[in-house]
């Protein structure tokens, strides 16, 4: 009898075992072969409508991660573009309005989940600080690993305050693009694709640092360019609301430069600083961008430290 019993479950067990073995390999095959829809971001602007950009994760993935990662928690409302020209491009989604201005860490990241997070602690710390952070308000205090600060707060009254400014260092990105070495991205800047905006910094010799210098803003293309091609990072396509980004093209301008004559000034704002050409004299607002993933997360994108264009070419 306990023959048959010992049996009974021995056989049992190994039908079990092969029901779960089959059950997980199902799951692993549903997961590798579910059609997985590129997400997609929607952008509301304030007086003229929805737009709908797929993105590209395939061909770009730091870029869509990145722009995923400022849209999702909010980086791009309110901000505007600030520059609309109708047979070319128009570009937005600067902070806080300074077309100079690159994001900050503390964008992306929340400060509770990097001081619980020792890799990522680490290497913000390393590459944003040469591995020696100061501390806010104690000065005497230098943290130079994970462990350090993590006694730091557990003995200090507060302590995770001394840290408040710990991911106000500015970011860019690398450029996904054949010029800088990326191979897979080959999407082209036809009307509607929407690319990442950067600096140029050719005319002082850092081509490369130009390449890897983009942050937050972007453009929607509105004539195919080939120009462009290999040197800026594409990383999505309108598919919905290419009429609302045609109204924002030709919004009236301060001024363009084909328009000024020789003897022309250019004009200048209340507070006689110069306007750029192809500035809206109403910059049109985005209200919000967010982006459907479908459940996937794309994860946070690998940062560098912002360039200082006019700190680098003092110390030269």
Do not use: W
Request: a negative charge; charged letters at 25%.
């Amino acid at each position: 009898m306990n023959k048959i019993i010992v049996r009974t479950l021995l056989i049992l067990g190994i039908l079990l075992a092969i029901a779960g073995i089959v059950f997980v390999s199902y799951g692993v095959y549903k997961k590798v072969t579910l059609d997985i829809p590129n997400p997609v971001a929607t952008m509301e602007v304030e007086g003229y409508g929805t737009v709908k950009i797929e993105l590209y994760p395939d061909k770009a993935p730091d870029t869509v991660a990145n722009f995923i990662r400022l849209a999702n928690r909010g980086f791009y409302n309110g901000t505007t573009f600030h520059r609309t020209m109708p047979n070319f491009v128009i570009q937005g989604g600067a902070k806080d309005g300074d077309t100079a201005a690159s994001p900050a860490l503390s964008d992306i990241y929340d400060l509770d989940s990097v001081l619980n997070d020792k890799n990522t602690f680490e290497t913000i710390l390393e590459e944003y600080y040469d591995g020696e952070y100061t501390l806010d308000d104690d000065a005497s205090t230098v943290i130079t690993s994970y462990s350090q600060m993590k006694s730091y707060i557990k003995n200090t009254e507060d302590g995770q305050s001394y840290f408040d400014n710990f991911l106000n260092q500015e970011y860019t990105i690398e450029g996904e693009f054949i010029a800088n070495g990326y191979e897979e991205n080959n999407l082209k800047h036809e009307t509607g694709v929407i690319s990442m905006a950067r600096s140029d910094y050719s005319d002082y010799g850092y081509n490369t640092i130009g390449y890897n210098s983009a942050g937050c803003q972007f453009f929607i293309v509105m004539e195919n360019n080939n120009y462009l091609n290999g040197l800026y990072a594409p990383f999505g396509k309108v598919v919905e609301g290419m009429d609302v980004v045609e109204k924002i093209a030709n919004v009236e301008v301060y001024y363009r430069d084909e328009d000024l004559g020789e003897d022309d000034k250019v004009p200048t704002d209340e507070d006689g600083n110069k306007i750029v050409s192809d500035t809206p004299i109403e910059q049109p607002v985005i209200k919000s961008i967010s982006v459907e993933t479908y459940g996937v997360d794309y994860g946070l994108p690998t940062t560098i430290e912002s360039f200082n264009q006019y700190l680098s070419l003092f110390e030269y």
